[in-house]
């Protein structure tokens, strides 16, 4: 099939195929096993001369979409996974259809709306204007934003440029009590190392960082520049860390402070700014991702600093045409993508639609529902609570009295495998003190009573 400007005459064929396909998989998207029983693809060689419209779709229909998962369903309750609303989902159909590049800001509006989306995002979130930055693809390449920020901002202490002069010579140490695994991989590919970090002693049956132990091992750090990774909403416990503390912590030790909160700062829609998250204002950088419980499509997270030079200039690099359009920085000079699509546009459709108030209410309703989950789970007979339900994340194993450790962790694997290849729910493996775990985090907007009750009888059955 040899492409034609005379194509375009054909979309309304394609966007007649588009809209029964996605009609298709989105409303058969709840009924259709959560996790698919075939996950490889057969061995097809590359077609030389192409199948057209009609034999390509065929191949789709055939292979693809039935052994796709029903992630965007309201029972994937593995990682931290929101399901895109239909407003998100639209926009998201739109970005490809207008096909802006964002790098730069001199040919389109399209740049004026990030930069709008992100000031949104402040205001969502009760965040001062200070805090700028940009969107991601996503909570890992936010941090990496944030690791190479930090980075720039220690070298400058010591009179270093490492975006333009390198590490070498560079003197910093990284604390943090429970940092994710998105943290650890930023470190390693800033060059600081992923076993370079100091880890900080947790409060009792925790994951929430002990501040005394992190000021000790501040005063006792020789190391010149300093940085300490704080969680809002732990990926297995959802537990806080108390940024007020930390953040005076940092200040007498001259510390950056950065905080993972890629779906703890949800937290904030509900409580204000005295919650969970009280002092996230005074963090020097922020993770947060829209993919998670704003429930946009993938791929969308954000990085917001206080420090936004510092990010320009690990980010921008200088060439005759890619001068600045602008009197505000382009998104290539404070991101890892020179070329970036229009994925503000999901956001700001669904702050539009949504406002503050329609996304706080599937915040609570996730909440109330995992507090359901984790309550059955408590009185059952077959299941343990593994930790008290705080936020929308459940931890639980079957029954293991008089078992070993280890006889415990082998029936907590088989029964997550069980309930997983079930095709009704799909949960995530975890570790709580030292023991395997089952792990199901609630983020999907569209998740009510009715699924917990299929959650019921899927683990009944098991």
Known sequence: MIPNKSDWQQLATYLNEFGQISTEFLTGVAQRPVQSAVQTMPHQSLPDTGFDLDGALSKLRETVIPNLSASAGPRYWGFVTGGATPVATLGDWLVSTFDQNLSKGSDSIATDVERQTLQWLNELFYLPDTFKGTLTTGATAANFLATITARQFVGLQQGIDVAKDGVFGLDLKVFSATPHASMIKSLGMAGLGQRQYQSIATLPNSEAMDVAALEAALECSQAKGKIVIASAATVTATDFDDLQAIRKVCDKHQAWLHVDAAFG????????????????????????DAHKWLNVPYECGMFLTRHRQQLFDSCDVPAPYLVSSGDEPDFMSLGIENSRRFRALPIWLSL??????????????????????????????????????QLNVVLFRPNCEGLTDAQADQKTQACLDNINNGGRLLLSPGKWQGHKIIRAALSNWQTDEQDIEIAKAALAAV
Not at 266 to 287: C, P, V, Y
Not at 368 to 377: D, G, I, R, T
């Open 265 to 288: 700062i949800f937290e904030r829609l509900l409580n204000g700014t005295n919650g969970k998250t009280k002092g996230i204002e005074q963090a020097d950088s922020i993770t947060l």
């Open 352 to 389: 539009q639609a949504y406002g503050r108030e329609g996304i706080a209410h599937w915040v609570a309703k996730n909440i109330e529902m995992a507090k359901q989950l984790a309550s059955h789970l408590e009185q059952s007979v077959n299941y343990e609570l593994m930790h008290p339900c």
